[in-house]
């Protein structure tokens, strides 16, 4: 199993742009997550799932999309960047009952 | 407001030292509690602790969890420098549809090893 990946690994963007964070379990996880993660700041959710077609929103949703089309897949999309959105992005996924798997991360700088 | 304090934030020991990490927590609904290991990557679970007083135990490591007090602490004998992370602790709560999924973290505790 791969577990949970992530891609890209590194992105830059400039002030404005979009772009979708891909991310993918092989573990038939019902739960998918997205967290952030700043210095000084831990991690914080931004989106969650507990299902395909059934998403909601954690603690810093803004500016941030999410969709739930398959069980396998929790694609993160920002609608136009902004510096304040340069951070590490982790997904997650968990069996529901079990502990929450990360994926590598996405370290993503926007100037 | 829930929330996840851990402490101390940093700690430099010296290998074969023995550590004891605090996590302590107010959240409605408490589910579970988790540590994770991280270093230059992504978290990598440790412990996950949902009953009070039974401590968990793989090698060096061992967690307990009091619920009454509303903390843990996540014990390290024999230090190694690979020890070398920041570990973080993280509560789940019921609020989010019931999933064990939706953690809240602590902003972690450093620990450097030094040989």
């Known amino acids: 199993n791969a577990g949970v990946t992530q891609t890209p690994k590194f992105q830059v963007l400039k002030t404005g742009q979009s772009m979708t964070l891909q991310c993918a379990q092989d573990?038939?996880?019902?739960?998918m997550s997205w967290y952030r993660q700043d210095p000084g700041m831990g991690l914080r959710l931004i989106h969650y799932?507990?299902?395909?077609?059934?998403?909601d929103q954690g603690e810093v949703p803004n500016g941030y999309n999410v969709s739930r089309s398959t069980t396998e897949d929790f694609p993160l999309r920002l609608l136009s960047a902004a510096p304040s959105q340069t951070s590490v992005y982790f997904c997650?996924?968990?069996?529901?009952?079990?502990?929450?798997?990360f994926g590598p991360g996405t370290r993503l700088t926007v100037l | 407001e829930d929330k996840v304090v851990q402490s101390p934030l940093s700690l430099v020991v010296h290998e074969g030292d023995t550590v004891t990490l605090n996590c302590s927590y107010e959240?409605?609904?408490?589910?579970?509690l988790l540590w994770y290991k991280q270093e230059k990557k992504a978290p990598t679970f440790l412990f996950m602790l949902?009953?009070?007083?039974i401590e968990k135990k793989s090698g060096r490591l061992s967690s307990i969890l009091d619920k009454k007090e509303l903390f843990s602490i996540l014990n390290i004998t024999a230090t190694q420098t690979g020890d070398s992370a920041i570990y973080l602790c993280?509560?789940?709560?019921?609020?989010?549809?019931?999933?064990?999924?939706?953690?809240?973290f602590g902003k972690g505790t450093k620990l450097s090893v030094k040989p």
């Open positions: 997650a996924s968990s069996s529901g009952t079990g502990p929450l798997y």
């Open positions: 573990m038939n996880h019902e739960y």
């Open positions: 799932s507990v299902g395909a077609g059934i998403t």
């Open positions: 959240v409605t609904n408490f589910r579970s």
């Open positions: 949902t009953s009070s007083g």
């Open positions: 993280a509560v789940g709560n019921m609020n989010y549809g019931g999933s064990q999924g939706n953690l809240i």
